[in-house]
Structure formats: C-alpha cells, structure tokens
C-alpha cells in the first residue's frame, strides 16, 4: 500500500477500479484496513491478516496494521505510518517466499519516514536483493526506452567507487537474461559513460578506458551484445529511434531524468533478478496530493499491467 499518508492508497483503489486492470490480474493489497476501506472498491474485498493470509481465491486485503485514525492522515506522515510502509513490504516479502503472490506491485514509500521511524532504508530494491539473497537491478521500463541503473541510491560522490568492471559485467549479463524472454531474442544494450561526453578520451575523467571499456569488453566475450561506453547526452537524444533494446546508466539521475522526461506516467519500475516479478510506479508520496483526489492512478495502472505481464513470462519460463 505504500504509505497510508501519501497518495497510495487513493491510487491504487483507482488502479483496481478499473475492468482493464481486472482483468489480468486477481489483487492482494498488503496495507492499512482504515485506509483502504475508505474506498468503495475494498469494500467486497475478504479480509485476512499476514498470520491468515493463504494463496487468495478472491480481491483480498491482507491487513498488516490497524492504525490509529491520526496516524493515517491523507498528507500528514507519522512515525507510525512509518514504520507500516515497512511493515507491508516485508509481509509482501514474506507472502512470496511461501509463494501465495505471483507478482510484487509496491506503492510509494517514503525513505524519510521509514527511516524516521529507526530503520536505515535506501529503497525497495535495495531491501528486496537482500531478502531473496539474489544480485538485482533497477530499471525504467518505458514505451520509449527502457534503463537499467548500475548504481541506486548513492550520494554522487561515492559512485564513481561503486562500479567495477566485474560488476558491471554482471549486470549487463543480468539485464541480457531478463530481457531475453520479453523479446524473443538477446537484446541490444547501450553502456552509459560516467563523465560528460564519455570522458572525452581521458580529458574529463578515466573511469571509461578504466573501467567501462573493459567491462562491455568482458560482457561481449560472454555474449552479450552491447556497445559502450557513450555519452549519455547524444544517446537519450535519440530514444524512441535507437538502435538499442536498453541502457544501462551509470547513476540515479543520468536514467531517471530521460526516462521521467520520455514518459513519466507509463514508465515502470522493475527490479530485476529476483525470483518473482516486482514492479513499482515511477513516482514517490506526494503528500501534497494525497487526499485531494488529484493523483493521476496511471503510473499505478501501468505498474499493475506490467507485473501482471511479467507474472505471465514467469510462469512460461517455469514450464
């Protein structure tokens, strides 16, 4: 559900409210019972708690917390809606380790207030590669272009120690596999440089000859067919007509602005690499937006029909 003071409780009783979205996809919300019972949609919904929960038959709410009606103010966060943003992830976590969910859709949290409430929290990527034990990544899946980042959520300073020619190796290996089943085929990938104009042969930083030349050198001798490193200005210049299947970016920022600026409603958090399909809007709370019923449901929409299409190529890949 998110965080039961910003939009996402209002999003996604709209996201569910739609035929479209029912159609390919039979819901289990993890959230706040108060909060989302506001909404006509849960009202038909069963109601279970993490301890009843089973693989669901039914619209079902799985209702993790029981918050007091001033810690679940519409644009007013809380220490304890903090620490229930947390509390939804991990009975999510822990609903597809028993393998009751087929497929992850996370609602805004905010790390602010997560981690307000005595949790260190960097983000769901972050916490869901180390819950499943598994290397992961981010990536924008856009209409326009998809974006793998090799770095999350890291202060610019501590990046350019963050990558690593093996590293990166393994994540163009990562972004080839997953991709590979989507398309039919192995996937053309563009590698990012780190600095402007891809360091300009030295002049402007080394970490291209250092780091990500011998990186996508090693990934082709695997297989991978990727080309790198570019600059970043002149390729996102051209989504929508490059020759490439994804990129992968260096940081936060150099991906999402592109992908955010492309098509911010339609552009789709995946995390790829953990054993079950997980997606997530592309957006954050929204406090100032929360209870107005102003928030757009789209990017949710597209999230839901996203992890609902992932679910379908998971299950084909299982046999």
Do not use: W
């Not at 780190?194 to 990186?215: K, Q, S, T, V, Y």
């Not at 992908?259 to 079950?276: C, H, W």
Request: a positive charge; hydrophobic letters at 45%; charged letters at 20%.
């Amino acid at each position: 559900m998110g965080d039961p003071s910003g939009i996402g409780p209002e999003i996604i009783a709209a996201a569910l409210g739609k035929a479209a979205v029912r159609a390919k996809l039979l819901p289990v919300v993890f959230g706040d019972l108060g909060s989302l019972r506001r909404f006509r949609v849960f009202k038909s919904f069963r109601v279970c708690t993490p301890q009843t929960l089973t693989r669901a038959a039914a619209p079902t709410v799985c209702a993790v917390t029981k918050l007091s009606a001033r810690s679940r103010i519409a644009g007013k966060p809380s220490l304890d809606g903090g620490a229930a943003q947390l509390a939804y992830v991990t009975s999510l976590i822990q609903a597809a380790k028993r393998g009751e969910v087929d497929a992850l859709c996370t609602a805004p949290v905010s790390k602010e207030q997560i981690s307000r409430s005595g949790v260190e929290f960097r983000g769901h990527t972050e916490l869901l590669g180390e819950a499943f034990g598994r290397e992961v990544l981010m990536m924008m899946d856009g209409p326009r272009v998809r974006v793998g980042l090799a770095t999350n959520h890291l202060p610019l300073a501590e990046v350019p120690r963050a990558i690593d020619a093996a590293r990166l190796a393994s994540q163009l290996q990562l972004l080839s596999d997953s991709l590979r089943p989507l398309l039919h085929r192995a996937p053309r990938i563009a590698v990012c440089g780190l600095n402007p104009h891809a360091g300009e042969g030295g002049l402007i930083g080394r970490e291209e000859i250092d780091i990500i030349a011998p990186a996508v050198a090693r990934a082709r001798s695997n297989g991978i067919d990727c080309e790198g490193p570019l600059a970043a200005d002149g390729l996102f210049a051209k989504a929508g007509r490059m020759s490439f299947d994804a990129v992968l970016a260096m940081f936060h920022d150099q991906g999402l602005v592109a992908a955010k600026a492309l098509d911010f409603e339609r552009t789709v958090n995946v995390t790829l690499g953990l054993p079950v399909p997980r997606t997530s809007p592309d957006h954050g709370v929204a406090y100032s937006l929360a209870g107005a019923g102003k928030a757009s449901a789209e990017p949710m929409v597209a999230a839901l029909l996203k992890a609902a299409e992932l679910a379908a190529v998971h299950r084909r890949q299982k046999g």
